[in-house]
């Protein structure tokens, strides 16, 4: 006999699952222990929140759904922010949960909350498993679930009962191809017609044009159209680098460098755009015509309202686009002369001798090969890096712009680093986004991973002071104290640094990779750039229009 744990844990070695993160409890025993026979690796952390993280880090970078479980309840409770995370993020992700038993009571109603509801407002589906017969069928549903159409996290509760009841072998479902059709020639004909008949075309990549799949596809597209594009800041680097026309990342909505040219833009090819990243351009009556790319139809907003949709597999109906622009475009490079300026401008002040964000960005730049992973946290510098990082390999750069949450950056390097052990992984993160999950650098140590951590530290909530100070409020509430990080670091047995001289920022950062292991760094940011370029510059470089 086999017992429904058993058949949870075939399927998903089905499934081709290597690693399952989490935190389990009691109700998960039996799972437990099926895992203990399995191929597959149980990778215990010390908060569900950045198992989540980890597990939908997999899902982006992978394409495959990253899986992580824990208990019933609180524990349970504590995946509702990784479950967003991965919902709002389009990342694949299966949330693994444990529930009391359903055939009996005896503990009434302790630690019972009804976590398949919690969750179906975060998830593409949520389910609890009542019979262990269903169990690969179900397993099989949730996985092709969590990966079609737009990708997204998918919830399964076994209850503890079920996971141990005993029943007659069950045939696994074998995973299946997922075939998405191909844009209609019709539609692909309409936007070819504008695109060749543009005077001024740009293209833009936002967050769907980060799947794995699509790079290779996107970077050909992009060299056939000879069309200069501009990314999301979730889009930011999905295309190799290379190609001399990139124009830059929309970091704001409107009125930095790269609006220059994207207010010029009669026609714009918005590939694999996004509602859920904050609006790389706000679309306007009689503003520029706006196709839209992607693998689902475009959901329509007060800021983006596409005039023409090329809908189905983003790589086919890419090729079957350039077939019919490739040389036919005249106009292509039409706002290509913008490109030098608005690269000059982010490039400025960026080697000044102290910590202004433009200097911290160029130093990383330099300290990390093409290749390099970057994984931020949310705060300040996520604006930072976006507007003045350049990526020259495609998903080197990793950040959220979607539910933008604190805490995420350093359980996403993580997973970068244990996915490409032989690449440097850095985790740049603010003091108080790392405070948000900074019990995970045991996690670090114990799967001794190599991986540097990079603390921003300005003893602040920086962003939103900053924003206390944009819109007329006094500077209040916002500061805190931090502890001594080197120390910090030592407590968890990984290395610690301190770096107060920026001539010794760059040269810290490459002796850590080079010695390997984990190590953090803490810098001091100046934080007064943020008045100066994002408001004061811009608000002077581009007037608010007032008619």
Same mark, same amino acid.
């Given at each position: ?175 299946? &191809? +997922?075939?998405?059709?191909? =844009?209609? #020639? ?6 070819? /017609? *504008?695109? %060749?008949?543009?005077? !001024? &075309? +740009?293209?833009?990549?936002? =967050?769907? #044009? ?6 290779? /596809? *996107?970077? %050909?597209?992009?060299? !056939? ?323």
């Amino acid at each position: 006999m086999t017992k429904g744990s058993d058949l949870l844990v075939a399927a998903l070695e089905n499934e081709g699952v290597e690693r399952i993160f989490g935190i389990p409890g009691e109700e998960n025993l039996d799972v437990v222990e099926s895992l203990r026979h399995s191929s597959i690796q149980l990778v215990i952390t010390r908060h569900e929140q950045a198992a989540a993280f980890m597990a939908a880090t997999y899902g982006r970078l992978t394409g495959k759904p990253g899986v992580c479980i824990s208990t019933l309840g609180p524990g349970a409770l504590n995946f509702t922010t990784g479950a967003a995370y991965a919902f709002l993020g389009a990342m694949p992700m299966i949330i693994l949960t444990g529930q009391k038993g359903i055939r009996s009571s005896r503990q009434a109603q302790f630690q019972i909350v009804d976590i398949v509801n919690t969750m179906k407002p975060l998830t593409k589906s949520a389910r609890q498993i009542v019979s262990p017969t269903t169990i690969p069928t179900l397993v099989r549903d949730a996985f092709r679930m969590a990966q079609e159409g737009r990708p997204g996290p998918v919830q399964l509760e076994l209850p503890e009962d079920i996971a141990g009841m005993e029943c007659d072998p069950v045939p696994l479902v074998p995973p299946h &191809p +997922l075939e998405v059709p191909v =844009a209609g #020639a019709e539609a692909v004909e309409r936007a070819a /017609a *504008l695109i %060749r008949a543009a005077q !001024r &075309p +740009l293209v833009m990549l936002g =967050a769907a #044009a980060s799947r794995p799949a699509s790079s290779e /596809a *996107l970077s %050909r597209f992009v060299l !056939r159209a000879g069309i200069p594009f501009f990314t999301t800041q979730m889009g930011k680097g999905s295309v190799a680098g290379g190609s001399g026309l990139y124009m830059g990342t929309a970091a704001l909505s409107e009125r930095d460098y790269v609006h220059e040219a994207i207010d010029r833009a009669d026609v714009i090819v918005a590939i694999g755009h996004d509602t859920i990243e904050k609006p790389p351009f706000v679309m306007r009556p009689g503003g520029p015509t706006v196709i839209h790319v992607s693998y689902q139809p475009a959901s329509v907003e007060q800021v983006y309202f596409p005039q023409a949709e090329v809908v189905g597999d983003m790589g086919r109906s890419l090729a079957l686009l350039a077939d019919r622009i490739e040389g036919q475009v005249p106009n292509a490079k039409a706002l290509l002369p913008l490109r030098e300026g608005i690269l000059a401008h982010l490039a400025d002040r960026a080697g000044e001798d102290r910590f202004t964000p433009q200097r911290i960005v160029r130093d990383v730049r330099a300290v990390m090969p093409s290749d390099g992973i970057v994984a931020l946290d949310n705060g300040m510098y996520k604006i930072w890096f976006a507007r003045n990082y350049r990526t020259q390999v495609a998903n080197t750069l990793l950040l959220d712009n979607a539910l933008a949450t604190m805490g995420a950056g350093l359980p996403s390097a993580m997973m970068a680093s244990m996915l490409y052990p032989d690449r440097r992984v850095l985790a740049v993160c603010g003091d108080g986004g790392f405070m948000m999950n900074d019990q995970e650098m045991e996690t670090a140590v114990r799967l001794k991973l190599n991986l540097v951590v990079l603390i921003l530290q300005d003893n602040a909530y920086g962003m939103i002071r900053w924003k206390q100070a944009v819109d007329g409020f006094a500077d209040y509430g916002m500061t805190f104290g931090n502890p001594d990080f080197e120390l910090y670091a030592r407590a968890f047995s990984c290395q610690g640094h301190r770096v107060d001289d920026i001539a010794q920022f760059a040269p810290t950062l490459e002796a850590a990779f080079r010695a390997g292991g984990v190590h953090l760094v803490s810098v001091p940011i100046d934080y007064s750039e943020n008045e100066r370029v994002l408001v004061n510059e811009l608000r002077e470089a581009f007037p608010p229009n007032l008619s």
